[in-house]
């Protein structure tokens, strides 16, 4: 089994918050994350792939689909984007590290037609990323 991964960046911005909460409770959970008017982040992804080398290209998959694939489907989604006000899914869920990694996942995996998605890696910044393995 070989693992290929493709890196990729993107900037967004979001705030967290929970509505069952009020204001003070979500300050108090959140800390600066719950201001309404969000903060920023300058995102890498790292999409792992898993397959077999294709005897006739010498390949598992060929990356400029990968590509394709990474921009069509996520940088077009969340690339310079509000998360909470413009990407649905995140009206009602909190766009953390994690529930974006998730999303990315599910936006992906029925999508590859190459390999298995075997992992998706968010940085949030240099210095904390999460892992997403799938369900």
Not at 92 to 115: C, D, M, Q, R, Y
Request: proline fraction near 6%; aromatic fraction near 12%.
């Amino acid at each position: 089994m070989i693992y290929l991964t493709r890196r990729a960046e993107f900037s967004a911005s979001h705030y967290y918050h929970n509505p069952d909460w009020g204001p003070e409770e979500n300050r108090r959970v959140f800390g600066k994350c719950a201001n309404p008017h969000g903060h920023g982040h300058n995102y890498t992804l790292e999409v792992t792939v898993a397959g077999e080398i294709n005897p006739t290209t010498g390949m598992v998959l060929d990356l400029k689909d990968l590509k394709k694939l990474l921009e069509a489907e996520v940088l077009e989604l969340v690339d310079h984007k509000f998360l909470n006000k413009e990407v649905p899914v995140f009206a009602s869920k909190i766009p953390t590290t994690e529930n974006v990694a998730i999303e990315i996942w599910k936006l992906l995996a029925p999508k590859l037609t190459f390999g298995k998605l075997h992992r998706i890696r968010l940085y949030e910044s240099p210095d904390l990323y999460v892992d997403y393995y799938g369900e």
